[in-house]
């Protein structure tokens, strides 16, 4: 059956172990060669292939719901549910999604794109099974990363207390995007070690049924020995002693194997976990030998080489600007901490760890603990940085507030992945966390124009005594020249970084550059002032103040939801004053973006800078026959 043509995943159930190992082939063959063109989460899905057939093969989607855990690892899921002629749009402006998708598909039920949900989501499904008192079944597929989420052990806790029926897929391929790390991550290296507990049970039970005169009586004290048994076998028994049922490991690329252990699994009431040994990347040697995660999600490759395709850079990326600065003042500054979930690679951090692995802290998928872990070394005189996406850090809201800002600690929070990120779609859209921060009392919140002016302003909150997020795009930089020594700028005032008079537009960010192209498109017709409102929080009062006296019409730019974001800010202010000026607001509106280039996004949103200019044309113009 060619890939294209499937509908639904039935056909599955036909074909015989030989023929499925022929199938898994042809997915990955396929998946290679069609992320060679759009680029995606490349490893994650090679390394599930016979995993997802033989799901799909022993259950019935979509009356049995299949919870993905952050999702990236669904495209063969994707595949086998009618949506392989898709493929060629995937990430892309209005295509197929790169994570499940309710109103894809009758078989995506649970949309995600953070991890250690699914847990949770799939109690919430059995829970409503019962009630509704059908047998249908809620199964659960977990990466071994996402169990360092506190969610994740929270919805175990809550399974195994209350026997629900809830299966667990432990997806366990030792990779979050690079390799995991924790107590948890050991644990689960010493159970790999181990032989199939369950499978092991069972043999002894048989074995001690046959052994001549004295099996009967052994047989009755048979659960104690099984539970001796299983003592031995895994170590601190830790999912037993959860409650649930305990089956494997399982070699994940072993489809009898998988098959067998499914069949058992299918069998048992109460909650169950299956512990799933698989390889990252399986079936392609660049993906199944990265040890960085360089495959976990990319762009466009060459199939043969292996080599990423890339545009030719101009700039060093933000993230490699900060994590360059940071690295350099701690070589100063003894004090200095860096702490992330899980995003080392992503934020490029290892310049920082290579230089002082014992100042880096890598928590897990683990971002509450992240901040309150800062939060206490503050409390001890040290200086840590929290390294977190945009996305991932409203995960750590009450943190935030409780355990940082109450205290007024001196904590700095650089915030990678600001703005629109493209491809990675709405769940991972870094454009909440003005909002969310700004109403906090004792932050600041700032934002640089370019790559320069980040590495000075970070320097400056390094320093800064207090809580301080420095918000920063994913991407490169503008390719501005960089200065080779740090030094301290305002964390209070902003700069005018072009004259005028007709108009005076406030952006900060790279929408600072698109600000200047506003100013261009609109020379001849209006003089338009531009202005880095770097500072988000606190404003710039006295330029605010001044503006207000001038009367001149105010425009603000933010790629950043527009309730409670700056440009609310800068009403509030405003009001606050008893002033009233014209003020005109662009940014995000309230809605979701989707996935797709951030051009193609933003032009949907009317936030290009030639959309915007036509919006502040017509603005100023109105403001003056108002006034005639």
């Known amino acids: 059956m060619k890939l294209t043509e499937i509908q639904d995943p039935s056909f599955l159930k036909r074909m015989s172990v ?75 402006h209005k295509g197929l999604c790169g994570f499940p998708k309710r109103n894809e598909s009758i078989h995506d039920v649970w949309e995600t794109g953070h991890s250690s949900t699914s847990l949770s989501a799939a109690m919430g499904i059995a829970v409503s099974n019962e009630l509704k008192g059908n047998d249908d079944r809620a199964i659960a597929i977990i990466g071994d990363g996402a169990l360092t989420g506190g969610m994740a052990l929270e919805a ?27 107590a948890m991550h050991q644990m689960l290296g010493r159970i790999r070690s181990s032989r199939k507990v369950r499978y092991a049970q069972d043999e002894l039970e048989t074995l001690i049924k046959k052994i001549p005169l004295i099996g009967g009586r052994l047989e009755k004290g048979g659960e104690k020995i099984k539970e001796a048994l299983k003592g031995a076998l ?52 660049p993906a199944e030998y990265d040890g960085i995660g360089t495959w976990h999600g990319l762009g466009p490759y ?75 070394q503050a409390t001890q005189g040290m200086k840590p940085v929290v390294s977190i996406y945009s996305t991932f850090f409203q995960r750590a809201y009450d943190q935030l507030v409780h355990d940082v800002a109450r205290q007024n600690l001196d904590v700095t929070f650089t915030i990678d992945r600001s703005g629109l990120v493209g491809a990675d779609g709405e769940t991972h859209q870094g454009v909440f966390d003005i909002a969310f921060m700004r109403h906090v009392p004792n932050i600041r919140i700032v934002m640089a124009k370019d790559e320069n002016e980040l590495q000075h302003l970070l320097y400056s909150a390094v320093k800064h005594e207090g809580p301080i997020a420095v918000r920063f795009p994913r ?7 960089m200065d080779e020594t740090l030094h301290e700028i305002s964390l209070d005032t902003w700069d005018v970084e072009r004259e005028g008079t007709d108009v005076a537009i406030m952006a900060f960010g790279p929408q600072v550059q698109d600000a200047l192209k506003i100013a261009d498109l609109l020379a001849g ?26 009367g001149i019409p105010l425009v603000t730019m933010e790629e950043a939801v527009l309730k409670g974001g700056f440009g609310s800010a800068v009403l509030e202010h405003a009001n606050e004053q008893e002033a009233f000026p014209r003020v005109k607001r662009f940014g995000i509106p309230d809605w979701y973006i989707e996935h797709g280039g951030v051009n193609e996004l933003l032009e949907e949103i009317g936030l290009l800078p030639g959309q915007i200019a036509e919006e502040v044309r017509a603005f100023v113009n109105q403001g003056k026959k108002q006034s005639v």
């Open 302 to 376: 060459k199939i043969e080489s292996g080599e990423v395709i890339k545009g030719k850079s101009k700039a060093p990326s933000y993230s490699f600007t900060v994590a360059d600065t940071l690295t350099k003042i701690a070589r100063d500054d003894e004090k200095l901490t860096l702490i992330t979930p899980a995003m080392s690679v992503g934020s490029k951090l290892d310049c920082f760890e290579k230089e002082f692995p014992d100042r880096m802290f890598d928590v897990g998928i683990a971002e509450q603990h992240a901040v309150t872990f800062a939060a206490g």
């Open 156 to 182: 175990l806790n809550h399974i195994g207390a209350e026997q629900q029926n809830v299966i667990v897929i432990l997806n366990d391929n030792e990779m979050s995007i690079a390799p995991n790390v924790g």
């Open 525 to 550: 017709e209006l003089s338009v002032r531009v202005i880095n409102a770097r500072t988000i929080k606190p404003l710039d009062e006295k330029m605010l103040n001044e503006l207000y006296a001038e």
């Open 234 to 285: 895994v170590p601190g028994m830790f999912f037993e002693e959860l409650g649930f049922n305990y089956y494997g490991p399982v070699d994940g690329h072993d489809l009898t194997d998988l098959i067998e252990q499914l069949n058992y699994v299918k069998k048992e009431q109460g909650p169950v976990l299956l512990h799933v040994i698989t390889k990252k990347g399986k079936g392609y040697r």
């Open 18 to 92: 030989s023929e499925l190992e022929v199938f898994a082939g042809d997915i990955r063959r396929f998946l290679i060669e069609e992320l060679a063109t759009t680029g995606g989460h490349l490893a994650p899905n090679l390394g599930v292939v016979e995993l997802t057939l033989a799901l799909h093969r022993e259950f019935d989607s979509p009356n049995d719901k299949f919870v993905w855990d952050v999702g990236h690892q669904a495209y063969v899921h994707k595949i086998l549910t009618g949506r392989a002629s898709q493929f060629d749009t995937l990430r892309q």
């Open 475 to 481: 991407g490169e930089g503008i390719g501005v020249p």
